[in-house]
């Protein structure tokens, strides 16, 4: 089951260096500290060939110790694609639309011999990140030195105030794309639907204080 159980959508995230707000570009991530990790929710791995490189996707959500979510990327690439040899530039993650998202990095082997692993890409400092104008897609960059051979990035945590997650995206980008399944926060809620969840509630305590006083009469 993707969804977490959760007594709201979201909730107030820890503050930290590097926020990525729509229509950012060009920050530079956070190195992450691992005692905030918490604890894993979800991961998978995607491997696939795509038209310039072949490569496998691994992702994750944890818990973190404040609570809320962090979504986790790595690209690992693992050979020449079907119809030629590029290097990887930049990975996308969707759907994180509503929720603030700070942008941390991990050189080191993240969660201890699980699916992710230690950085092998000389100059990966080299990375950036940012987040569509509308805040859908965070995109990562790997610059001047993207991924070659089979080299694989470092990992990236996006933490978010989000407390729910579902299926999401995460796509790779170079003279072609490739797409997996990753994980996303859940969808908050519109307006319209947030003014009609509140109406609902609305009219349900006026029903029970209703029927609470129909109950009450005596009748002599």
Do not use: K
């Not at 859940?186 to 109406?199: C, K, R, Y």
């Amino acid at each position: 089951m993707l969804a977490v159980a959760a007594s709201a959508t979201f909730a107030s995230a820890p503050a930290q260096a590097v926020v990525i707000a729509p229509g950012t570009s060009g920050l530079i991530f956070t190195p992450f500290v691992s005692a905030t990790q918490g604890t894993l929710l979800a991961s998978t791995s995607v491997s696939g060939t795509a038209l310039t490189f072949a490569g496998l996707l691994r992702a994750a959500v944890y818990r973190n110790t404040a609570g809320t979510l962090d979504f986790y990327y790595q690209v690992a690439r693992t050979g020449a694609g079907s119809d030629g040899n590029q290097m990887i530039d930049s990975f996308t993650g969707a759907d994180f639309s509503g929720y603030t998202v700070d942008g941390f990095v991990s050189t080191a082997d993240p969660d201890g011999g699980g699916i992710f692993t230690a950085e092998n890409n000389p100059g990966g400092s080299t990375t950036t990140t940012g987040r569509s104008s509308t805040g859908v897609t965070l995109q990562t960059d790997f610059g001047t030195n993207g991924l070659v051979d089979t080299e694989n990035s470092a990992t990236y945590i996006f933490r978010t105030n989000a407390l729910d997650f579902t299926r999401g995206t995460f796509g790779v980008i170079d003279g072609s794309t490739f797409s997996g399944f990753a994980y996303e926060p859940t969808a908050v809620p519109e307006p319209a639907a947030w003014a009609m969840l509140i109406g609902g509630f609305g009219l349900t305590g006026a029903s029970l204080r209703y029927r609470r006083r129909r109950t009450n009469v005596v009748f002599a």
